[in-house]
């Protein structure tokens, strides 16, 4: 098979949302299809504003399918959202950047101090868990036990 990443069938592709949207919320609205590994929403590269326009990646394609047969043409907050799946996976040069946000005294969602994104005032949908820390394995010494 040649040429790029083909895409996983698992990453839907969803327009016409509420500009207000931040991750958390969509990641809460789109986890009762399935389990989330990504949401992406596109934005401005100046404005920093939302396009309306997101990528949500489920972890199996059976997900993906569901939510767009759910979510296609349905009305979400006051306007008709566009669901379909992916053709290509978001990968689109300003997507496989990885933004690093280095400064995690801020909330990359508003830009205010004080609070994390997880728990945006500018959620619209409540706070949700920080994802949890990853365990760091620690070699267990086994103790030998002597008779």
């Keep these: 098979m040649s040429g790029g990443l083909a895409p996983s069938k698992s990453t839907v592709y969803v327009s ?7 991750n958390n919320d969509l990641y809460r609205i789109f986890s009762k299809y399935g389990k989330v590994v990504k949401v992406t929403i596109m934005k401005d590269k100046d404005t920093r504003k939302s396009k309306g326009v ?3 990646l489920f972890l199996d394609k059976d997900s993906a399918q569901n939510c767009t047969r ?6 979400l907050f ?3 959202i566009k669901a379909s799946i992916a053709i290509d996976n978001g990968r689109a040069a300003e997507f496989i950047r990885r933004r690093n946000y ?6 990359y969602e508003c830009g205010e ?3 994390l994104s997880y728990a945006c ?3 619209m949908l409540g ?3 920080p994802p949890k820390k990853k365990e760091k394995k620690k070699k267990k010494k086994e103790k030998i036990h002597t008779a």
């Design 16 to 22: 016409n949302l509420p500009f207000s949207l931040t």
């Design 54 to 56: 997101a990528f949500i």
């Design 70 to 75: 759910a979510i296609n043409n349905k009305q």
């Design 78 to 80: 006051g306007r008709v």
């Design 102 to 107: 280095f400064d995690k005294s801020k909330c």
């Design 113 to 115: 101090s004080g609070h």
């Design 121 to 123: 005032p500018k959620n």
């Design 127 to 129: 706070e949700r868990e």
